[in-house]
T-cell receptor
């Protein structure tokens, strides 16, 4: 299957700082990537859909000025959590669909963000 | 009513048992159906993928889709302790878009 990587896998930051998370498709080009958030023992919550070369589409209730998404190339999307607060602490996961595939999405390993 | 309903469990079975995991959904537009396995603190891993109705088998795993009942299942035969994880069903109406997830079922297979 297709491989998606994320970096970093774990980050701790102080309240008020910004954190950038990278999502890369390693062996295919992804015109669309997705960003999810997952709280402990809960399911995935779609935050936004990232489209290469255009603005991201955010789900209702997700602050686009707080969660900045950039999809500058066909293999890289970034999520920046700006002015992080402790309530932003969560597990962030990206996914991408392989255009050459049949509709499935492949997930990265996730990034655990802890804001102190 | 949620678009996708999945019993969160937890579900505990002895090693070697047959496991049945299920999801129901309300959106008749869903055409693509997937099962993901997620280990603790890891990203979901695609296990099975099915388009429209029917069965699909891959080793010890069998996925079934019944669109008339809006019901999908994942069966695990000869379950192993390494199968202990959270299993998420997912579905979407279009290719690579609008994927909706179930809550996930936590499965423990005891040696």
């Amino acid at each position: 299957g297709a491989v998606v990587s994320q970096h970093p896998s774990w980050v701790i930051c102080k309240s008020g700082t910004s954190v950038k998370i990278e999502c890369r498709s390693l062996d295919f080009q992804a015109t669309t990537m997705f960003w999810y958030r997952q709280f402990p023992k809960q399911s995935l919550m779609l935050m936004a859909t990232s489209n290469e070369g255009s603005k991201a589409t955010y789900e209702q209730g997700v602050e686009k000025d707080k969660f900045l998404i950039n999809h500058a190339s066909l293999t890289l999307s970034t999520l920046t959590v700006t002015s992080a607060h402790p309530e932003d602490s969560s597990f962030y996961i990206c996914s991408a669909g392989d255009p050459g595939g049949a509709g499935e999405q492949y997930f990265g390993p996730g990034t655990r963000l802890t804001v102190t | 009513q949620k678009e996708v309903e999945q019993d969160p469990g937890p579900l505990s079975v002895p090693e070697g048992a047959i496991v049945s995991l299920n999801c129901t959904y309300s959106n008749s537009a869903f055409q693509y159906f997937m099962w993901y396995r997620q280990y603790s603190r890891k990203g979901p891993e695609l296990l099975m993928y099915t388009y429209s109705s029917g069965n699909k088998e891959d080793g010890r795993f069998t996925a079934q889709v019944d669109k008339s009942s809006k019901y999908i299942s994942l069966f695990i035969r000869d379950s192993q302790p390494s199968d202990s994880a959270t299993y998420l069903c997912a579905m979407s109406p279009r290719n690579n878009n609008d994927m909706r997830f179930g809550a996930g079922t936590r499965l423990t297979v005891k040696p």
